[in-house]
């Protein structure tokens, strides 16, 4: 089996200029809320999942869970 050998390499890292223009590039409103940035980088396709996933688990949860006492807050997952 061959053995990975790490070397040393004397060679200065080439780093390209920035030249884009910095700044957001999607349309908000003139008020935009926290709500209107989150909407940017999570769809509802992954608040859909994200709901369906969570409730898989509180089911699963509580299936596997028969005995937990009636006072339990999973008891009381809607």
């Not at 709500?35 to 688990?57: A, K, S």
Request: hydrophobic share 40%; net charge negative; no cysteine.
């Amino acid at each position: 089996m061959l053995e990975a050998k790490w070397k040393t390499v004397d060679q200065e890292t080439q780093i390209p200029d920035f030249t884009a223009t910095p700044g957001i590039k999607v349309e908000l409103p003139e008020d935009a809320s926290a709500g209107d940035f989150l909407n940017i980088f999570f769809t509802d396709e992954f608040y859909d999942l994200l709901v369906t996933q969570t409730n898989l688990y509180a089911s699963q949860y509580l299936g596997n869970n028969p005995n937990l006492p009636a006072h339990s807050q999973a008891r009381s997952w809607v």
